[in-house]
């Protein structure tokens, strides 16, 4: 097949033809030239007014509840909100029943993604079946295809120890949320003006602090890779820019949500905004947007996170924690940092990720397969029930007109192109 991308503006901090607007012409899933201008025959062309492209899309962290939860989304319906969304690649968060503690879990969700032009990455976990009690079959987990591993839910000192040493073995990450229960208990929200306002239980933000200060200390100890994810604090902010002017093995991530919305806007009491850690205050959330400029957060995600109805649809103290963001997430993108920023953030989707994960990095130069994202930021479009590709609901942002979208995107050989 010969595919021709028109006039597209290049965003891409690695390639030469950074800034310019070319046309694309891809043969059989392989760029065969950049130019100016093709006239050559094509079978597919992919135009739009303000058309960008960039080297494809990841999402390092999200849920797709399969096996065993899939009322709230299944492999098939999270790959199709990905690829709506844009993302030719995504990092697969163990909250499954049971949980991806095997070889064999890891091979199940790779296979069932064969054919979607969405490269799925599974994260195994840490502990086996995610218990916190004692170590999984990393490094069978690893041979398999996981490239990281991550439980969902705070580590224990000893079992952290232990995993950044053992998978020191074979050149993996670990992943930790930042977060100690015995502080955050069973609170509902950000600890500050606005849970006194409403009443609510707080989650102070030294939970997640005292944590990361925990978590850098092992590090330093054990010689490791981590990567501390969903950070919100701004305390946890200056923690990880200190260490990282020394050393080179701690990255982090934030949830757009994060960086979207804050404990202000829950005065509503919508559940659909009661997210794990809690959005914290508007001087957390100006410091988290800062980090994601400078580079000291290395990665934005989606935090893409079903719950079904009956888990939503209660009161706020009852509801569970998460929110859909795997479709909506390049709009929430533009929302919180407009276009010109595009190219001060681009690597925290899509080449960050992947160094995190230790997988190859896309190129937009001739004779490469072509692993591309076709976007418009300044396209309008509406975010409805019917356009929402999960099998859940729980976004506060259906209904709302957005502005920015990905219009399609290349990856395997396979192109795709929303309608």
């Known amino acids: 097949m010969r595919i021709l991308v028109r006039q597209a503006k290049i965003v891409d901090n690695q390639s030469e033809y950074k800034g310019q607007i070319k046309d694309i012409l891809i043969v059989d899933g392989v760029i065969q030239s950049i130019e100016d201008s093709i006239s050559e025959e094509h079978d597919e062309v992919v135009e739009c007014d303000g058309l960008h492209v960039s080297i494809g899309w990841f999402d390092l962290r999200a849920r797709f509840c399969d096996p065993g939860l899939e009322h709230k989304e299944n492999i098939e319906s999270g790959l199709a909100a990905a690829e709506s969304g844009g993302f030719t690649g995504v990092g697969i968060v163990s909250n499954t029943f049971p949980s991806i503690s095997s070889k064999g879990q890891v091979e199940y969700l790779i296979g ?116 501390l994810t969903s950070i919100s604090a701004a305390d946890s902010v200056s923690e990880i820019a200190s260490y990282k002017e020394f050393s080179g093995n701690l990255t982090a991530d934030v949830s757009i949500h994060h960086l979207l919305f804050s404990d202000e806007d829950l005065q509503g009491f919508d559940s659909n905004l009661k997210i794990f850690p809690p959005l914290r205050s508007k001087k957390d959330q100006e410091q988290l947007r800062k980090a994601v400029l400078n580079g000291t957060i290395d990665c934005i995600c989606s935090d893409h996170n079903p719950q079904d109805k009956e888990s939503k649809d209660l009161e706020f103290d009852l509801a569970d924690f998460g929110i859909i963001g795997i479709q909506s997430f390049f709009s929430n993108i533009i929302e919180v940092f407009g276009s010109k920023e595009l190219d001060q953030i681009i690597n925290s989707f899509t080449t960050n990720p992947r160094n995190i994960l230790g997988l190859d990095i896309p190129e937009i130069k001739v004779g490469v397969e072509a692993n591309l994202t076709f976007f418009a930021p300044e396209m309008e479009w509406e975010y409805t029930k019917e356009s929402n590709l999960s099998l859940s609901q729980n976004s506060p942002l259906l209904g709302k007109k957005l502005k920015g979208k990905a219009i399609g995107l290349i990856n395997k050989g396979q192109l795709s192109l929303q309608k």
Request: glycine share 10%.
């Open 112 to 227: 069932k993604s064969n054919l979607s032009p969405i490269e799925v990455i599974p994260q195994g976990t840490v502990t086996d079946g995610g218990e916190g009690e004692q170590l999984a079959e990393m490094y069978d987990m690893a041979q398999a295809g996981a490239k990281a591993f991550n439980d969902d839910k705070p580590l224990s000192s000893g079992i952290l120890y232990r995993a950044l040493l053992y998978a020191n073995n074979f050149n993996s990450v670990i992943f930790d949320q930042a977060n100690d229960p015995t502080l955050s208990g069973k609170g509902q929200m950000n600890e500050g003006k606005y849970s006194v306002l409403t009443g609510m239980k707080g989650i102070p933000s030294i939970a997640e602090v005292i944590r990361v200060k925990r978590d850098i200390d092992l590090l330093k100890y054990t010689e490791g890779n981590l990567h």
